[in-house]
C-alpha cells in the first residue's frame, strides 16, 4: 500500500476526497471549520512535495442537483487563507469543465470541485461517475474518515481507476491506528462506556466488545431499556420495548464472557423533558410514575469514576444524560473529567461518535482525552467490526 509520506507527488494530480461537510449560517459563513482544519495537513503535504491538490466533498443533503446554499464556492475564501494561496474553483465535479480547468493547474495549485452531491451517481456509488471524477487525476488520496462507511462513488468505487496510487490521507490514518489501538490487544483493565439516547444503533457495538473489554458502563436514556428488561420501574423514561429481548441477551453474553457489565444504581429524575423540570435524584431501578431519568446519580457518578480510574484503556461513546440541559449535565461532566484524569494517569482513552465529541469538547477536556475521533457513524461502524468501504478500497 501507498503512503503519503514517501509517495513522489512532483508534477502529479492528487484528487482528494475531503469531508468539508460544514455548517453554514445563513449568509454562508462557516460556522464550525474543524473539519476542514483537519484536512490541511493532507492538502499541505502534496503541494509541498510540488504535486496539485483537486479536492472533492459533498455539502449538506442536495436531492441530487445544485443548490446554492450547498455550494462549495462558500468555503474558497476560509481554505485559501488557511493554506495561504488562492484556491480556484469550477462549478461541477466532472466533465469537460473539470478537465480543461485540471489541465492548466500547475504544480502547488489548488482546485476544489463543486459539491459531489450534486450528482446522484455520488451516493449511488455509480461506476461511470467515478471513472469520470478520476479522469483529470493521477493518483487518488482519501481523507474522509466521516464517510468512509459509506460506498459511495467519491469514497471507494473511485479507488479502482487507481490500483497503483491510491492511499489514505493524514485523518484516515490516525483514525484507522487509534481505532486499532483500542481493538488489538488493547492494555487491561480495558472500560467501554456507553451512553446517549437509544440502544438501537449500539447493539452490534456492545455485542462486538464483549469478547474485548472487561467492562461495560451503560448510561444516558440507553440504561432504562437495560433497567426495565432487568424489572425495574422506569417511569415515563426513554425506552425501546422492541430491545428489551436484545438487553436480556447482552446481559447474558456479558455474563458468559466474565464482562462486567454496570448500570447506574441512582439517576436524576425529571418531571418533564425541559431544562426547567423539577428534579431529584431517585433509585434508577425505582424510578416513581410520570417521571424520567435525565441523568445518573451521584452513587453511579462516583462507582464509574472509581472503574475509570482503575482502567488503562477506555472507550467512551454517548453521553451519561441530556447534557445539553445544564440540570442533567452532572453525570457527563464527571465521567469526561474521569476519564481525562486517568488518561493523565497513563491510561489511553478514545472518545468519539456525535454527541461525545460535542460533550467532551463543551466541557473544555478534549485535549485531556487520548484520540477524539470525529468519525461518527464510521467509527462505530469500524467499532462494530466492520470493514469499511472507504478503507478496504485503499487497502485491497
Ligand atoms: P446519541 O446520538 O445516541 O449518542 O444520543 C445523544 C443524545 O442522547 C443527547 O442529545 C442526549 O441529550 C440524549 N440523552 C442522554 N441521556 C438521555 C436520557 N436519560 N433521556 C433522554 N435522552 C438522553
Redesign the pocket.
Known amino acids: 500500500m501507498k503512503n503519503i509520506d514517501n509517495y513522489d507527488f512532483k508534477g502529479k494530480k492528487a484528487i482528494i476526497r475531503v469531508d468539508f461537510n460544514v455548517p453554514l449560517d445563513k449568509e454562508y459563513n462557516i460556522t464550525d471549520t474543524s473539519r476542514i482544519d483537519a484536512a490541511i495537513p493532507t492538502i499541505k503535504k502534496v503541494l509541498e512535495k510540488e504535486g496539485t491538490a483537486i479536492l472533492m466533498s459533498h455539502l449538506g443533503r442536495p436531492k441530487g442537483n445544485p443548490e446554492e446554499k450547498f455550494s462549495l464556492k462558500h468555503l474558497t475564501g476560509y481554505l485559501s487563507d488557511k493554506l495561504g494561496k488562492e484556491v480556484q474553483f469550477v462549478d461541477d465535479c466532472v466533465g469537460d469543465k473539470v478537465k480543461e480547468k485540471a489541465s492548466t493547474l500547475q504544480n502547488g495549485e489548488v482546485l476544489l470541485l463543486e459539491n459531489l452531491r450534486f450528482h446522484e451517481g455520488e451516493k449511488k456509488g455509480d461506476e461511470d461517475f467515478a471513472k469520470q471524477l478520476a479522469e483529470p487525476a493521477d493518483v487518488y488520496i482519501n481523507d474522509a474518515f466521516g464517510t468512509a462507511h459509506r460506498a459511495h462513488a467519491s469514497t471507494a468505487v473511485i479507488a479502482k481507476y487507481f490500483p497503483e496510487n491510491k492511499m489514505f490521507g493524514y485523518i484516515m490514518q490516525n483514525e484507522i491506528k487509534n481505532m486499532d489501538k483500542l481493538l488489538e490487544e488493547p492494555k487491561t483493565p480495558f472500560t467501554a462506556i456507553l451512553?446517549?439516547?437509544?440502544v438501537s444503533?449500539?447493539v452490534e457495538v456492545i455485542e462486538n466488545l464483549i469478547d474485548k473489554v472487561d467492562n461495560i458502563i451503560i448510561?444516558?436514556?440507553?440504561?432504562?431499556t437495560f433497567i426495565k428488561a432487568l424489572g425495574g420501574n422506569i417511569g415515563k423514561?426513554?425506552v425501546e420495548d422492541e430491545l428489551i429481548d436484545k438487553a436480556n441477551e447482552i446481559i447474558e453474553k456479558a455474563r458468559e464472557n466474565d464482562v462486567t457489565l454496570y448500570l447506574p444504581k441512582d439517576?436524576i429524575a425529571a418531571s418533564d423533558?425541559d431544562k426547567d423540570a423539577e428534579s431529584k435524584q431517585t433509585n434508577s431501578y425505582d424510578i416513581p410514575e410520570g417521571w424520567?431519568?435525565?441523568?445518573i446519580g451521584e452513587e453511579a457518578i462516583q462507582k464509574f469514576s472509581e472503574l475509570i480510574a482503575g482502567s488503562k484503556t477506555i472507550l467512551w461513546?454517548?453521553?451519561?444524560?441530556?447534557?445539553?440541559?445544564p440540570n442533567?449535565a452532572m453525570g457527563t461532566k464527571a465521567i469526561a473529567e474521569a476519564v481525562a484524569k486517568a488518561t493523565e494517569e497513563g491510561a489511553y482513552s478514545l472518545v468519539g461518535?456525535?454527541?461525545?465529541v460535542a460533550a467532551i469538547s463543551q466541557m473544555g477536556l478534549a485535549d485531556k482525552v487520548s484520540y477524539v475521533s470525529t468519525g461518527g457513524g464510521a467509527m462505530l461502524e469500524y467499532i462494530e467490526g466492520k470493514e469499511l468501504p472507504g478503507v478496504k478500497a485503499i487497502r485491497e
Request: aromatic letters at 12%.
Open positions: 451512553g446517549g439516547a437509544k444503533g449500539k448510561g444516558g436514556g440507553m440504561m432504562f423514561s426513554l439517576a423533558y424520567m431519568g435525565l441523568d461513546n454517548g453521553p451519561m444524560g441530556v447534557f445539553e440541559m442533567f461518535g456525535g454527541d461525545s
